[in-house]
């Protein structure tokens, strides 16, 4: 835990009244669902740390029952709507699994919207609280944060500029990363991370479009040979957005004290908690590829503002999206840049 995280649970226990701070038998048990095994660094470094914090707050009264590896059924996708419905209290998940649905939560999972976890996250909370505060209904929303950004691992091709991209075969991350790379003449194919495994494996693909932490579990070290990254300070190539929402019904239902509980371990400084702690997992998932020896190749910052610009028609169809959606898309998009530059 870094010392700015000890510091804000530090905070937190302090400002909870002592009359909490009893042990009882749990009054509220909130169900936590996401998609991760409950082995995933995830669940044992975040949410378990985070629900035994929450516990100790409210002095034993709230309970967090965790169910990884969607245990209440259904699939990812349906995570956000689980929430909604209250076939779950609080889920984990991802806006781009219901593209369109969410925009604004989706507009850091652009192409270069992105510097590190934690700063890109802090980003993505206000950029939410200022435009977003209609998207989430019927939930309330606890955090919002990004991984790091994705690199381009490949079985040994190195990419220094756009034409280097040419003729490859990439497995995209998401459907706007994978229109960028397309513009630059990749041949981008969607499937599964399960799958793309396979695919290195055998050659049908030759790389994929990943940050470092996902390296470790699917041994993308063994598969690929070259990790293509942007150079350290400037803008990475993408990010996925992550929602962290409860039930709005199930919030509301609690008392007062208990509401300040939740809202004293939620809101701004859990989204950049949460990039912290993913940029934590990306500096282990770097070192599992530097440890197999692979090449670790720097893509020029000036390079990606050339890729920066050569992906505009993407940011005009996606501020027509928002457009549509009855947003101010222009403005959107200016100010998640305006934002990250300022981070």
Same mark, same amino acid.
């Given at each position: ?16 009244p002592?009359?909490?701070?009893k ?8 169900r ?12 044992? !470094? ?8 929450i ?25 956000a ?9 609080i889920?984990?998940t ?76 990439l ?27 396979? @695919? ?41 957005t ?29 989204? !950049? ?11 282990? @998932? ?6 197999q ?14 890729? !920066? ?8 169809t ?14 959107i ?11």
């Amino acid at each position: 835990m870094t010392r700015r995280m000890a510091m804000t649970t530090l905070g937190a226990a302090l400002a909870t009244p002592a009359f909490l701070k009893k042990a009882h038998a749990a009054e509220v048990t909130l169900r936590v669902h996401h998609f991760l095994p409950g082995v995933a660094p995830m669940q044992t !470094r975040f949410f378990d740390v985070w629900a035994q914090e929450i516990s100790e707050a409210s002095g034993g009264a709230i309970e967090m029952q965790m169910f990884p590896s969607m245990q209440l059924g259904g699939k990812p996708p349906q995570l956000a709507d689980q929430a909604r419905q209250g076939i779950c209290d609080i889920a984990w998940t991802l806006p781009v699994y219901t593209p369109d649905r969410f925009p604004v939560a989706e507009t850091m999972a652009m192409p270069f919207m992105v510097t590190n976890a934690e700063k890109t996250s802090v980003a993505m909370h206000t950029l939410m609280e200022e435009f977003g505060q209609n998207e989430y209904k019927g939930m309330k929303p606890l955090a919002f944060h990004t991984h790091d950004g994705g690199k381009i691992h490949t079985r040994g091709q190195i990419v220094s500029s756009a034409e280097d991209i040419k003729g490859l075969k990439l497995r995209a991350p998401n459907q706007a990363t994978g229109e960028m790379l397309a513009l630059m003449g990749a041949e981008t194919v969607f499937f599964p991370v399960t799958e793309m495994v396979v @695919g290195l494996s055998n050659g049908v693909i030759d790389g994929c479009c990943l940050p470092y932490e996902v390296v470790p579990a699917f041994k993308l070290q063994e598969l690929t040979k070259v990790t293509n990254e942007p150079e350290a300070g400037g803008r990475g190539i993408y990010a996925n957005t992550f929602a962290l929402v409860m039930n709005e019904r199930k919030y509301e239902g609690l008392s007062d004290d208990l509401r300040a509980v939740i809202d004293a371990h939620s809101g701004a400084d859990l989204s !950049r908690r949460l990039g912290a702690q993913f940029d934590e997992f990306e500096a282990f @998932g770097k070192s599992v590829v530097e440890k197999q020896g692979n090449e670790i190749h720097t893509i020029a910052a000036s390079e990606i503002d050339t890729w !920066r610009e050569m992906a505009a028609p993407i940011y005009d169809t996606w501020i027509g999206k928002l457009n549509d959606a009855g947003h101010d898309g222009a403005a959107i998009v200016a100010r998640a840049n305006a934002l990250l530059d300022a981070g």
